[in-house]
């Protein structure tokens, strides 16, 4: 028997091998582990993209804010508004609920927030709004309530 004979080719019993760490269920590039305790910088490959990573950087970047100058129903006041940064509404303004809008099937005018987007240059001047920076914003006279469609017609008596 020479010294590469010494040991049998394959032991005897079982084979020991590490459990498999639990994919994470809201993405299909992590472990569980990796995005419950958001170790996405060490993780190996790293991986661009992972929705988990960009949930929790949108949770935690704090909206800028925009002073606005907002005209309705001949009435103009600044307000300061939610300028979203990240996830779906990023590039919008999202002012608090400082208006009253009728429709569907409401009895009485309701508070609601205004949604402003960029402003186009064909924008009639009546539907534009002036941040700080000189920004133009199109005013959008509809707002979603209790998932209807309403109309603001004002600004709220709060």
Same mark, same amino acid.
């Given at each position: 028997?020479s010294?590469?004979?010494w040991?049998?080719?394959?032991?005897?019993?079982?084979?020991?091998v590490a459990?498999?760490?639990?994919?994470c269920?809201?993405c299909?590039?992590?472990?569980?582990?990796?995005c419950?305790?958001?170790?996405?910088?060490?993780?190996?490959?790293?991986?661009q993209?992972?929705p988990c990573?960009?949930a929790?950087?949108?949770a935690d +970047?704090?909206?800028a804010t925009? @002073?606005? &100058?907002?005209? =309705?129903a001949?009435i103009?006041?600044?307000?300061?508004? !939610?300028?979203?940064?990240?996830?779906?509404?990023?590039?919008?303004?999202?002012?608090?609920?400082?208006?009253a809008?009728t429709?569907?099937?409401?009895?009485a005018?309701?508070?609601?927030?205004?949604?402003? +987007?960029a402003?186009a240059?064909? @924008?009639? &001047?009546?539907l =534009?709004a002036?941040?700080?920076h000189?920004t133009?914003? !199109?005013?959008?006279?509809?707002a979603s309530?209790?998932?209807?469609?309403?109309t603001?017609?004002?600004w709220?008596?709060?």
């Amino acid at each position: 028997m020479s010294d590469d004979d010494w040991y049998p080719p394959h032991l005897d019993g079982p084979e020991w091998v590490a459990p498999q760490p639990a994919d994470c269920p809201a993405c299909p590039c992590h472990t569980a582990r990796v995005c419950q305790d958001r170790l996405w910088h060490r993780a190996r490959p790293q991986h661009q993209g992972c929705p988990c990573e960009a949930a929790a950087v949108a949770a935690d +970047t704090p909206h800028a804010t925009r @002073t606005v &100058a907002i005209t =309705v129903a001949g009435i103009a006041r600044t307000v300061t508004a !939610q300028a979203l940064t990240v996830g779906i509404g990023a590039g919008l303004l999202l002012t608090p609920s400082l208006f009253a809008a009728t429709g569907g099937r409401l009895d009485a005018p309701v508070a609601v927030p205004m949604v402003l +987007t960029a402003a186009a240059e064909d @924008t009639p &001047a009546e539907l =534009v709004a002036v941040d700080e920076h000189g920004t133009r914003w !199109q005013i959008r006279l509809t707002a979603s309530w209790g998932g209807a469609e309403v109309t603001i017609q004002g600004w709220h008596a709060n």
